[in-house]
T-cell receptor
Framework: EAGVVQSPRYKIIEKKQPVAFWCNPI?????LYWYLQNLGQGPELLIR????????DSQLPKDRFSAERLKGVDSTLKIQPAELGDSAVYLC???????????FGPGTRLTVT | AQSVTQLDSQVPVFEEAPVELRCNYS??????LFWYVQYPNQGLQLLLK??????LVKGINGFEAEFNKSQTSFHLRKPSVHISDTAEYFC????????????FGQGTILTVHP
């Protein structure tokens, strides 16, 4: 069974530029999550999807961050414009449902210069 | 809302020694508990989980954890570590008052020395 796929693995951009991350969850998993992991810290939830609906986006900075999950499968997380403080690892995870264990992708390491 | 505290940010040990990584959580209702491991430049891999039933949970790579409800703890143990166990370990809770939200501790870096 294929795991959660994320791309790109690494991204370096200049501040004020836009950036997008892509995630393909495990087949059949209805719930998809985006997490932010700063250096030396545990991941923090940004947004949770049930199928194509964002059911928890309370931690998503909506002034610059946006996400979508069209057709309830793949998802894209976008930052526009990026700031220096956005440098971090962005993790995608999926689960069969919200009260189930989560499976994580390898993450995208973003560096904003 | 629940919270997770990992009591040690770094734990150095020698190869073949036993190790315990400590985790305490706070929640007013029942939760599920997890330990994840993260190797450098990789995502998180599930080591073990406690959902219900026996309080002693066995996971992959020889790790085990014990759920203690009265002390709200979920410590991770391994009787004999290997060099390959060097990684960062995260304790996490799921559910409670924040349905569907996985709350992580700050992580413990385990370094195994030869």
């Amino acid at each position: 069974e294929a795991g959660v796929v994320q791309s790109p693995r690494y991204k370096i951009i200049e501040k004020k530029q836009p950036v997008a991350f892509w995630c393909n969850p495990i087949s059949g998993h209805n719930t998809l999550y985006w997490y932010l992991q700063n250096l030396g810290q545990g991941p923090e939830l940004l947004i949770r999807y049930e199928n194509e609906e964002a059911v928890d986006d309370s931690q998503l900075p909506k002034d610059r961050f946006s996400a979508e999950r069209l057709k309830g499968v793949d998802s894209t997380l976008k930052i526009q414009p990026a700031e220096l403080g956005d440098s971090a690892v962005y993790l995608c995870a999926s689960s069969p449902r919200s009260d189930h264990e989560q499976y994580f992708g390898p993450g995208t390491r973003l560096t904003v210069t | 809302a629940q919270s997770v505290t990992q009591l040690d940010s770094q734990v150095p040990v020698f190869e073949e020694a036993p190790v315990e990584l400590r985790c305490n959580y706070s929640s007013s209702v029942s939760v599920y508990l997890f330990w994840y491991v993260q190797y450098p430049n990789q995502g998180l891999q599930l080591l073990l989980k406690y959902l219900s039933g026996s309080t002693l949970v066995k996971g992959i790579n020889g790790f085990e954890a014990e759920f203690n409800k009265s002390q709200t703890s979920f410590h991770l143990r391994k009787p004999s570590v290997h060099i390959s166990d060097t990684a960062e370990y995260f304790c996490a809770v799921l559910g409670g008052t924040s349905y569907g939200k996985l709350t992580f501790g700050q992580g413990t870096i385990l370094t195994v020395h030869p």
